[in-house]
């Protein structure tokens, strides 16, 4: 409602409780036990911040590159958090790693090559976060048959949507804006903050024989 009908007010204070409301739920459902989780807790944290951040680029556009560094901070932490998963059983389902290597290395420079001319100074920032979101996704897809297939699932189609939120604000912002850009960032945001968490709450390691 409040991308829909440009709602300023409504968007300040419902905009930080979508993650406000995912830290409770996890660090209660979790008890923030293990280094996954609390890595995973850590990323939410910087996602919250880059909320309130972002919220604030209308008064100083410096805020957007705050912005931008909270949210890479999120991804790396995420990063931490999957590559714990990875590194229990490396060796599992190298073909599945290749696949998505090569998929995300194609979609990545791609996108980045397509929005270039439009950067300006932002090239390298955004060039750098490029790669670190494609990490992000290369790691959630990593996590095959290392974990339960529902948290498996889950963080996979979060990071997905993830990068489809992150996609389609660089268009907005450096390509061209479009009406329905506020609400599909939004939206894709968050579903993707959403199935990331509960992907980290339902999260099981398989036990394997030596």
Not at 36 to 54: C, N, P, Q, S, W
Not at 109 to 132: C, D, E, N, Q, W
């Amino acid at each position: 409602m409040a991308e829909c009908y440009d709602l300023a007010t409504l968007r300040y204070i419902t905009k930080p409780l979508i993650v406000i409301s995912l830290l409770i739920m996890f660090a209660i459902s979790t008890k923030l036990k293990g280094r996954f989780h609390k890595r995973l807790f850590t990323g939410l944290i910087f996602g919250l911040a880059g909320d309130v951040v972002l919220m604030l680029v209308w008064q100083n556009e410096a805020f957007f590159m705050y912005g931008l560094i909270a949210f890479l901070l999120c991804h790396i932490f995420y990063i931490r958090a999957f590559y714990l998963d990875f590194s229990s059983a490396p060796q599992l389902d190298k073909k599945g790693a290749r696949i998505a290597i090569a998929l995300c290395a194609v979609f990545s420079i791609s996108f980045y090559v397509y929005i270039r001319h439009s950067l300006g100074a932002m090239k390298l920032p955004v060039m750098i976060y490029t790669f670190i979101i494609s990490l992000m996704m290369m790691m959630a897809a990593f996590r095959n048959m290392r974990v339960n297939k529902i948290s498996f699932n889950l963080i996979l189609f979060g990071a997905i949507f993830f990068l489809m939120s992150d996609s389609i604000l660089a268009y907005n912002k450096f390509v061209k804006g479009f009406d329905l850009a506020g609400l599909l960032i939004m939206a894709t945001y968050m579903i993707a903050q959403y199935l990331i968490t509960i992907g980290g709450i339902e999260r099981q390691l398989i036990k394997r024989e030596d």
